[in-house]
């Protein structure tokens, strides 16, 4: 039997926190490891535990929930972030990826349907709401080819420029003055974004694409 997904739930409101525990509580894969209501807490949280999936408010207190996934991005790159949120705002849901996020779900869901996201984030898919991805794929195409460099951080970006000169797991970490078991989680995420299946193949898509900010 696999170990539970251990998943860290981080929103403000304490009435719909705890109906999102209550909610996943029964499912037998899935592990509530943490709670949150602040950003703050929720990247605290984040570097003590290391949860494999967060789920993250937009409208958190202190600095906000954008803010707070790039820095939880940054510090435990093996987390998989998932916005839970009200916002269909397409700024909103383009910043949510580029800081990071690996999903981004509308309140209103049925537990059914989070477990599943949850369990799909894990395994390294992206989810979008339907509702929401059809103007998030036509803002990341509009006017220009599709440049799926579009979807790294900007931390998964370095790494993968300095992959395509070469440089192995270790070396990275060295020069980033990073683990390299942290080199390699990011670079687990890099592979699952750009659905390659190894090294070779993403730097051969920086070969073709360039930076993601020269694609325009």
Do not use: W
Request: hydrophobic share 45%; aromatic share 2%; with cysteine.
């Amino acid at each position: 039997m696999n170990d539970p997904i251990r998943v860290l739930i981080a929103d403000d409101h304490p009435l719909f926190r705890e109906g999102v525990v209550h909610s996943l509580s029964g499912k037998m894969d899935i592990a509530v490891i943490g709670q949150a209501d602040t950003s703050e807490e929720a990247l605290r949280l984040a570097r003590e535990l290391l949860p494999d999936v967060i789920l993250l408010d937009i409208a958190m207190p202190v600095r906000g929930g954008l803010a707070i996934a790039s820095e939880i991005a940054v510090a435990c790159p093996a987390t998989k972030i998932v916005m839970l949120t009200v916002s269909e705002h397409e700024d909103d849901l383009l910043s949510a990826f580029k800081a990071g996020a690996r999903g981004y779900v509308l309140k209103g869901v049925s537990a059914r349907e989070l477990a599943n996201i949850i369990s799909t984030v894990a395994d390294g898919e992206v989810y979008v709401t339907p509702a929401l991805a059809a103007g998030l794929l036509v803002e990341m195409t509009r006017g220009r080819p599709y440049n799926p460099l579009i979807q790294l951080t900007d931390r998964e970006q370095e790494i993968l420029q300095l992959v395509a000169k070469g440089l192995t797991n270790r070396q990275i970490g060295e020069r980033l003055h990073l683990a390299e078991k942290t080199i390699k989680h990011y670079m687990t995420n890099v592979l699952g974004k750009l659905h390659v299946h190894s090294r070779l193949e993403a730097a051969m898509l920086i070969a073709r694409h360039g930076r993601r900010d020269s694609a325009g």
